[in-house]
């Protein structure tokens, strides 16, 4: 812990600092001290689980100063702490990009809890990160790139150009070791080696090299890295029968244009007009974030798609509605079917012996209650079946479990559309509040 914090406090690196519930020079010793605490008041050990966390913050270079980020990195530290945890924040200044570095307490001041990450933190904390941003009119990332595992690259992948891919890595090592002119292709191999490359050969005589830091080798053949690069080919040219081979160039993503949310940031940075004037009335600078975020993680480039979007998931919710409507009618139909099934089994026998006393109403006294149920299983089945023929009993039951499970999937699937829709509708209404734009028919949702 204390080398953690000696390298975010740092002085040939820092820029700024601030603290909360704690004075940064002494924060190990208050953070132990309050862990000491905890264990006084509640028994529990706090040896297990991580004593601090800590958290970093990256901002484009030239966008603030490191007071600003310092500022910045605070109130997000105190809106994912809620305040009840010791935390202090260490604003660097040594690379291009600015970048907070906030260290805080695993345990609560009031030693009241614990801090435990949990699943989709990393997730929620960069849904907080950005919201602060974009509340200070800064830019954030949109649509962040994964590794192929999922994982999001490091924030200092987005700063300068792109890295090479393996691939590309791999490629760019072949042509270096080729044009160094190997006698045989065992040489070009120990070339490869030599530029830090691990040679791979499996079964068949296939030949893959694993670049530094890579987890899966790349094959040495023309589908994985392009033409030219089959060890025949590689051999021909070792062999001068064939040219190097030409680098494939590494694919770009077209640059986008100007769009509804780049609209939204040009109005939030200037503040006037009479469409912000009027959202400000109703509507926060915090409101104003979460629609910009929503079309961010929606990928909704222009106010055609927004509305699309929108009606897309009414559209969606009202057919599920339906849907649910239908199941839970043909469940309770079913239900009710195989209740007045059994009914109409129990009650027969006192059917028929009415029928063989000749409907005597001696019978019918002392069968009254059996009776009566009968007579009303039998037009309940009448009814639902409407002259069709009556299933078995097993069929019923398995059609009773398969419209249940129906519904329980679709009840999951309604809510979470539900909110969904719910959310769509009211982020267009935020939308068209900020764009001066009016509507005087009543929403597709409410009409229904």
Same mark, same amino acid.
């Given at each position: 812990?204390?080398?953690?914090?000696?390298?975010?406090?740092?002085?040939?690196?820092?820029? /700024?600092?601030?603290?909360?519930?704690?004075?940064?020079?002494?924060?190990?010793?208050?953070?132990?001290?309050?862990? @000491?605490?905890?264990?006084?008041?509640?028994? #529990?050990?706090?040896?297990?689980?991580?004593?601090?966390?800590?958290?970093?913050? %990256?901002?484009?270079?030239?966008?603030?100063?490191?007071?600003? $980020?310092?500022?910045?990195? *605070?109130?997000?530290?105190?809106?994912?702490?809620?305040?009840?945890?010791?935390?202090?924040?260490?604003?660097?200044?040594? !690379?291009?990009?600015?970048?907070?570095?906030?260290?805080?307490?695993?345990? %609560?001041?009031?030693?009241? &809890?614990?801090?435990?990450?949990?699943?989709?933190? @990393?997730?929620?904390?960069?849904?907080? @990160?950005?919201?602060?941003?974009?509340?200070?009119?800064?830019?954030?990332?949109?649509?962040? &790139?994964?590794?192929?595992?999922? #994982?999001?690259?490091?924030?200092?992948?987005?700063?300068?150009?792109?890295?090479?891919?393996?691939?590309?890595?791999?490629?760019?090592?072949?042509? /270096?070791?080729?044009?160094?002119?190997?006698?045989?292709? +065992?040489?070009?191999? #120990?070339?490869?080696?030599?530029?830090?490359?691990?040679?791979?050969?499996?079964?068949?005589?296939?030949?893959?090299?694993? +670049?530094?830091?890579?987890?899966?080798?790349?094959?040495?053949?023309?589908?994985?890295?392009?033409?030219?690069?089959?060890?025949?080919?590689?051999?021909?040219?070792?062999?001068?029968?064939?040219?190097?081979?030409?680098?494939?160039?590494?694919?770009?993503?077209?640059?986008?244009?100007?769009?509804?949310?780049?609209?939204?940031?040009?109005?939030? /940075?200037?503040?006037?007009?009479?469409?912000?004037?009027?959202?400000?009335?109703?509507?926060?600078?915090?409101?104003?974030?979460?629609?910009?975020? *929503?079309?961010?993680?929606?990928?909704?480039?222009? *106010? $055609?798609?927004?509305?699309?979007?929108?009606?897309?998931?009414?559209?969606?919710?009202?057919?599920?509605?339906?849907?649910?409507?239908?199941?839970?009618?043909?469940?309770?139909?079913?239900?009710?079917?195989? $209740?007045?099934?059994?009914?109409?089994?129990?009650?027969?026998?006192?059917?028929?012996?009415?029928?063989?006393?000749?409907?005597?109403?001696?019978?019918?006294?002392?069968?009254?209650?059996?009776?009566?149920? *009968?007579? /009303?299983?039998?037009?309940?089945?009448?009814?639902?079946?409407?002259?069709? !023929?009556?299933?078995?009993?097993? %069929?019923?039951?398995? @059609?009773?479990?398969?419209?249940?499970?129906?519904?329980?999937?679709?009840?999951?699937?309604? &809510?979470?559309?539900? &909110?969904?829709?719910?959310?769509?509708?009211?982020?267009?209404?935020?939308?068209?509040?900020?764009?001066?734009?009016?509507?005087?028919?009543?929403?597709? $949702?409410?009409?229904?």
């Amino acid at each position: 812990m204390e080398d953690r914090f000696i390298y975010g406090l740092n002085p040939e690196k820092l820029g /700024a600092v601030s603290s909360y519930l704690c004075d940064p020079n002494t924060a190990p010793a208050e953070f132990l001290l309050v862990k @000491s605490q905890y264990l006084a008041e509640t028994g #529990r050990a706090v040896s297990r689980g991580a004593l601090f966390f800590q958290i970093r913050q %990256a901002f484009l270079p030239g966008e603030v100063t490191a007071e600003e $980020a310092n500022r910045i990195g *605070y109130e997000t530290a105190m809106r994912w702490t809620k305040g009840k945890y010791q935390f202090f924040v260490c604003t660097h200044t040594d !690379k291009a990009h600015i970048h907070n570095h906030i260290y805080f307490n695993a345990t %609560a001041f009031d030693r009241s &809890r614990k801090f435990h990450n949990f699943i989709g933190s @990393s997730f929620a904390l960069r849904r907080l @990160s950005d919201r602060v941003c974009i509340e200070h009119e800064l830019s954030v990332i949109q649509n962040p &790139r994964q590794h192929s595992k999922g #994982r999001f690259l490091h924030y200092g992948q987005w700063i300068g150009k792109k890295p090479p891919s393996a691939k590309q890595r791999v490629r760019l090592a072949v042509l /270096a070791a080729l044009e160094k002119k190997p006698t045989d292709f +065992a040489d070009f191999l #120990r070339l490869m080696e030599e530029s830090g490359f691990a040679v791979k050969q499996g079964r068949g005589g296939v030949i893959s090299f694993l +670049a530094p830091g890579q987890e899966k080798p790349t094959r040495l053949r023309a589908s994985t890295l392009g033409a030219g690069f089959d060890p025949e080919d590689i051999k021909a040219v070792i062999a001068g029968e064939r040219p190097l081979p030409e680098l494939p160039e590494e694919p770009t993503v077209p640059p986008r244009r100007v769009n509804l949310i780049i609209d939204i940031q040009e109005r939030m /940075a200037q503040g006037k007009g009479p469409a912000y004037e009027r959202w400000a009335k109703v509507y926060n600078l915090k409101q104003m974030a979460a629609a910009l975020q *929503y079309l961010q993680e929606h990928h909704l480039t222009d *106010y $055609a798609a927004l509305t699309a979007s929108t009606e897309a998931a009414v559209d969606h919710f009202h057919k599920l509605s339906d849907e649910l409507r239908t199941t839970e009618e043909a469940l309770s139909k079913t239900s009710e079917l195989m $209740a007045a099934t059994v009914d109409y089994a129990k009650t027969r026998p006192a059917f028929d012996g009415y029928k063989a006393a000749r409907y005597s109403k001696k019978y019918l006294a002392q069968h009254e209650v059996e009776l009566a149920t *009968y007579r /009303a299983a039998k037009d309940t089945m009448n009814t639902i079946l409407n002259g069709a !023929k009556l299933p078995k009993i097993e %069929a019923l039951k398995k @059609s009773r479990r398969e419209l249940a499970g129906q519904k329980k999937e679709l009840y999951a699937e309604y &809510r979470d559309a539900q &909110r969904q829709m719910r959310e769509a509708v009211a982020i267009k209404a935020n939308i068209d509040h900020l764009l001066g734009i009016t509507d005087e028919r009543e929403n597709k $949702a409410q009409e229904r």
